[in-house]
Each structure stands twice: as structure tokens, then as C-alpha cells.
């Protein structure tokens, strides 16, 4: 049993980062294919859209509005989809969708890269994380 009903919500107002009921109907049945125990009684819809309020206005977690569940609790079902591969399976599945629906593959077979992107790569990597920050005294030899 999962609280995922109109009723369920615990939160009083609305944020622009949140699911519309009609947006989250296709998102509900893959948080939940892997959980067995306890019966769910937290609004899984009031998590997500909690976890997009925090990725929209990259606040901290205990900065999340009090109307949002808990903030603990938002994180700790944060991080168990991100370990658990909920996420990347659930963006992968509605990828794909959405690429069906215009009629396209479900996966793409070709990508682009920039001439930016491929500079960026050539000389990035140790070397560059290694440098030293131009205004810091180790680049500049200066000791005190």
C-alpha cells in the first residue's frame, strides 16, 4: 500500500517544481518495484516533488519548505533511488517513451559534440585539476 492519494499529501500550497497529478501517474509505478516491508505511509508524490524543489532552487535539505515530508526523510528516499538505480531506470523509461510518442527510436544512435566540448576534453583531465588557482600563493611564489 503506498500513500499516493490526493488525500495523502501533506503539503498546503504548491511550488512550480511540482509534478502535476497527471504528470506523476506514469512516474508512480517505477519508485516502488523494489520496496517490499512496512507499508509506505509517507506521500511518494510529495518526495519527488521535494527532491525537485531542491534540484530547482539548489537549496540545502534542511532548507526545504515545512509543508514539504520531513527533509531526513526526503534525502534518505533520494539517496536509496539514486543507489538503487530507480533514477537512472526511470529516466531512461520515459527517454524512451517520449521518443516513441514523436515517433522517433527509443534510443538515440548518434550524438553531436561541439568543437567546445571536444577542445575541453583534450586538455582537461589530472593536469588540469592539478593546477593551481591563479590567485592562490603557491601559484603566485609567494610565502609568508
Not at 501533506?10 to 512496512?38: F, N
Not at 532552487?57 to 527533509?71: E, T, V
Not at 524512451?96 to 538515440?108: F, H, L
Request: charged share 25%; hydrophobic share 35%.
Amino acid at each position: 500500500m503506498f500513500a499516493t492519494d490526493y488525500q495523502d499529501s501533506v503539503k498546503a500550497k504548491s511550488y512550480s517544481s511540482d509534478l502535476s497529478w497527471e504528470q506523476w501517474e506514469p512516474i508512480k509505478p517505477h519508485l516502488h518495484t523494489s520496496y517490499t516491508g512496512r507499508p509506505i505511509k509517507l506521500p511518494l508524490k510529495d518526495v519527488v516533488d521535494a527532491i525537485f524543489y531542491f534540484t530547482k532552487n539548489n537549496c540545502a535539505w534542511a532548507d526545504l519548505p515545512h509543508d514539504f515530508p520531513d527533509y531526513r526523510r526526503v534525502n534518505e528516499w533520494f539517496t536509496k533511488w539514486r543507489d538503487d538505480g530507480t533514477w537512472q531506470r526511470l529516466l531512461d523509461t520515459l527517454r524512451e517513451e517520449v521518443r516513441q510518442a514523436a515517433g522517433r527510436e527509443p534510443s538515440p544512435s548518434e550524438a553531436c559534440l561541439d568543437s567546445q566540448s571536444v577542445k575541453a576534453a583534450a586538455t582537461g583531465g589530472a593536469r588540469g585539476a592539478a593546477m593551481a588557482a591563479s590567485g592562490s600563493t603557491a601559484a603566485s611564489g609567494i610565502s609568508w
